[in-house]
């Protein structure tokens, strides 16, 4: 079993930054992407960043230059720095890691969600 824990969320002003981290851990044999994905009320869930094991990174495009997915592999955690925040920004924040099986395939694990709120 995997287990995800998140944390870093919180309350912040506009232009603010937060930094989310996500700690995976248990029965991994490999992580072949990691990921932060958010919903706001209202909205589907929606990709905000993705990092492979290779290190390529994909953002969307409204946190693009703001945003920054990194990990660090010997502790696989995941981490978002989230700089220039907006109001818009406002979501609950999931992280996902993509775990390859030992023989073929893989899955994919989410965390519980730590809510990011930015005040105009």
């Known amino acids: 079993q995997v287990k995800l824990v998140e944390s870093g969320g919180g309350l912040v002003q506009a232009g603010g930054s937060l930094r989310l981290s996500c700690a995976a851990s248990?029965?991994?044999?490999?992580?072949?992407?990691m990921a932060w994905y958010r919903q706001a009320p209202g909205k589907q869930r929606e990709l905000a960043a993705h990092i492979t094991s290779g290190g390529t990174t994909n953002y969307a495009d409204s946190v693009k230059g703001r945003f920054t997915i990194s990990t660090d592999n010997a502790k696989n955690t995941v981490y978002l720095e989230m700089n220039s925040l907006k109001p818009e920004d406002t979501a609950l924040y999931y992280c996902k890691i993509v775990v390859g099986l030992r023989w073929s395939g893989e899955n994919d694990y989410w965390g519980q969600g730590t809510q990011v709120t930015v005040s105009s």
């Open positions: 248990g029965s991994i044999f490999r992580i072949n992407a």
